[in-house]
């Protein structure tokens, strides 16, 4: 099994920055892919950001493009999201989860494992 524990949450205004993290644990060899997803309240989750452990095949939903970036630090086995230019639209729940590919990870049912989650709320 894998867990995954999200931190770097807050409260940021609008055009500020954030960096989340995604510490992994567990079973780290079985990693195939890491995504960043997020929930606003009454929205569905949604794929923010995925990339294969090995760093490839990275995508972003178009409202994050060039905005977002997902990189990974394979030492520390984590996974960050850094957020630039906020918007309030950007408000929700963040969580990592793990799944067989960046592919798969657009299908957010197909995600394995999931983290619990971190606050991101953006004021205007």
């Known amino acids: 099994q894998v867990q995954l524990v999200e931190s770097g949450g807050g409260l940021v205004q609008a055009g500020g920055s954030l960096r989340l993290s995604c510490a992994a644990s567990g079973s780290i060899f079985s990693i195939d892919a890491v995504g960043w997803f997020r929930q606003a309240p009454g929205k569905q989750r949604e794929l923010v950001a995925a990339m294969n452990w090995s760093g490839a095949n990275v995508y972003y939903r178009d409202s994050v493009k060039g905005r977002f970036t997902i990189s990974r630090d394979i030492a520390k086995n984590t996974v960050y999201l850094q957020m630039n230019s906020l918007k309030p639209e950007d408000t929700a729940v963040y969580y990592c989860?793990?799944?067989?590919?960046?592919?798969?990870?657009?299908?957010?049912?197909?995600?394995?494992?999931w983290g619990q989650g971190t606050q991101v709320t953006v004021s205007s």
């Open positions: 989860a793990e799944g067989q590919s960046t592919l798969a990870l657009i299908n957010t049912r197909s995600a394995r494992y």
